[in-house]
């Protein structure tokens, strides 16, 4: 079984920079697509990034060109770059990954395409 830990969350200004990461353990994702979504106080999850198995990425256009995802398969691990951070991208973020059914080149955008779920780390950003 697959277990997801994000770290790398805090307080920040707006305008600075912060990396996530999101450390499986229990079996290698480096074929697993991997996610990184979002939930605001009051407001549904949304999608942040994706990768897909073969390293193709997506965004959503909210963080386009400010927000990079990543993976580290010898860590294990998959990252988020945020920089130019905005007050409106406070939330907490959380790593998904998808473990079956997984198409090489396809970057998954929906919550409920994903199947293992971290719990979680608090971004927020001060204005």
């Known amino acids: 079984q697959v277990q997801l830990v994000e770290s790398g969350g805090g307080l920040v200004q707006a305008g600075g920079s912060l990396r996530l990461s999101c450390a499986a353990s229990g079996r290698t994702v480096s074929r697993y697509a991997m996610g990184w979504f979002r939930q605001a106080p009051g407001k549904e999850r949304e999608f942040v990034a994706g990768?897909?198995?073969?390293?193709?990425?997506g965004y959503a256009d909210s963080v386009k060109g400010r927000f990079t995802i990543a993976r580290d398969n010898a860590k294990n691990t998959v990252y988020l770059q945020m920089n130019s951070l905005k007050p409106d991208d406070t939330a907490v973020y959380y790593c998904?990954?998808?473990?079956?059914?997984?198409?090489?080149?396809?970057?998954?955008?929906?919550?409920?395409?994903?199947?293992?779920w971290g719990q979680g780390t608090q971004v927020t950003v001060s204005s």
């Open positions: 998904a990954a998808r473990s079956s059914g997984v198409r090489i080149s396809y970057v998954y955008l929906e919550d409920d395409e994903y199947d293992i």
């Open positions: 990768i897909s198995w073969s390293d193709r990425t």
